[in-house]
């Protein structure tokens, strides 16, 4: 049983570009979380797909949006990326109940330079 | 608004016991969960708490009181693997399922 897959791994991008980060959940679970970890830092919570829609939104800029496809599998857009962008980007998949287990990806490395 | 506290940094040496405190202000609880973090890896799952009192699992015991919005993680017989952060968060009304972290603990084990 395939847990939490995200890709890529690590990535290094220029100031201004844009970025897509992909996830693909625990099998069985129908909502993605997404998270931006910094150094040092806890994760941050950007938001939660759930049935292809966002549930909730964390405090983060329009300029970080997502999807999630009908096999539960989510994307992380990031348009017109900072040097404060970079961080490990995270997801988190469960079942949409509060209680439920959540489970993390090993993340994606995102610098910007 | 939304408060999770924990220490920075602890030190502890081989076999020893370790507590790692958690306060949380929330407007609503849903959960608290913690999760252990080596570095440059993934969080990863450790307990769950959502009614008062101890929950016990191995080396790690959890512990949570909802009136007095505190936690805490107690790791026994330690041993060098444990060296990591540990990450206490909240799942509260107003968040629905999304978790509230607080900073992490850094955890040092020495032999």
């Known amino acids: 049983d395939a847990g939490v897959t995200q890709s890529p791994t690590h990535l290094i991008k220029t100031r201004g570009q844009q970025v897509t980060l992909r996830c693909s959940p625990k099998s069985g679970h129908d909502t993605v979380s997404w998270y931006q970890q910094a150094l040092g830092q806890g994760p941050q919570f950007i938001f939660q797909y759930y049935e292809e829609e966002e549930r909730q939104r964390g405090n983060f800029p329009d300029r970080f949006s997502g999807h999630q496809f009908p096999n539960y599998s989510s994307e992380l857009n990031v348009n017109a990326l900072l040097l404060g962008d970079s961080a490990l980007y995270l997801c988190?998949?469960?079942?949409?109940?509060?209680?439920?287990?959540?489970?993390f990806g090993e993340g994606s490395w995102l610098t910007v330079v | 608004g939304q408060n999770i506290d924990q220490p920075t940094e602890m030190t502890a040496t081989e076999g020893a016991i370790v507590q790692i405190n958690c306060t949380y202000q929330?407007?609503?609880?849903?959960?608290l969960f913690w999760y252990q973090q080596h570095a440059g890896e993934a969080p990863t799952f450790l307990s769950y708490?959502?009614?008062?009192g101890l929950e016990e699992k191995g080396r790690f015991s959890s512990f949570l009181s909802r009136s007095k919005g505190y936690s805490y993680l107690l790791l026994k017989e330690l041993q060098m693997k444990d060296s990591a952060s540990y990450l206490c968060a909240v799942t509260a009304n107003q968040a629905g399922t999304a978790l509230i972290f607080g900073k992490g603990t850094t955890l040092s084990v020495s032999s």
């Open positions: 988190a998949s469960s079942l949409l109940l509060p209680g439920n287990t959540i489970y």
């Open positions: 708490n959502v009614l008062d």
């Open positions: 929330t407007s609503g609880f849903n959960g």
